[in-house]
Nanobody, 118 residues
Framework: VQLQASGGGLVQPGGSLRLSCATS????????MGWYRQAPGKQRGLVAT???????SYEESVKGRFTISRDSSQNTLYLQMNNLKPEDAAVYYC?????????????WGQGTLVTVSS
């Protein structure tokens, strides 16, 4: 499995961006996809996840502002980010988590930089 993230950039506070993550390889129904982010000097943290059935979950600070979605026909994951705040600035990584023989396997994209500044 390979993941390719894109869509980052510079945006003013209150602005919007949409991140995309193109996936290649065989996907399974149990795979969970998500977005993580890592700001300078901080650990990488979960932003949002989505299951193959479309069930979503969000980190508390992005609820109501970010929307995760996936286009299964295109094998693409999205993160729509609205009302961006300076604290949202980070490198965003897409992730695919799979469980095989009881152990989790994580696949990561290369990251895309989001800068929120006036």
């Amino acid at each position: 499995v390979q993941l390719q993230a894109s869509g980052g950039g510079l945006v003013q506070p209150g602005g919007s961006l949409r991140l995309s993550c193109a996936t290649s390889g065989i996907l399974f129904s149990g795979d969970v996809m998500g977005w993580y982010r890592q700001a300078p000097g901080k650990q990488r943290g979960l932003v949002a996840t989505i299951t193959n059935a479309g069930s979503t979950s969000y980190e508390e600070s992005v609820k109501g502002r970010f929307t995760i979605s996936r286009d299964s026909s295109q094998n693409t994951l999205y993160l729509q980010m609205n009302n961006l705040k300076p604290e949202d600035a980070a490198v965003y990584y897409c992730n695919l988590r799979r469980v095989r023989l009881g152990s989790p396997i994580n696949y990561w994209g290369q990251g895309t930089l989001v800068t929120v500044s006036s």
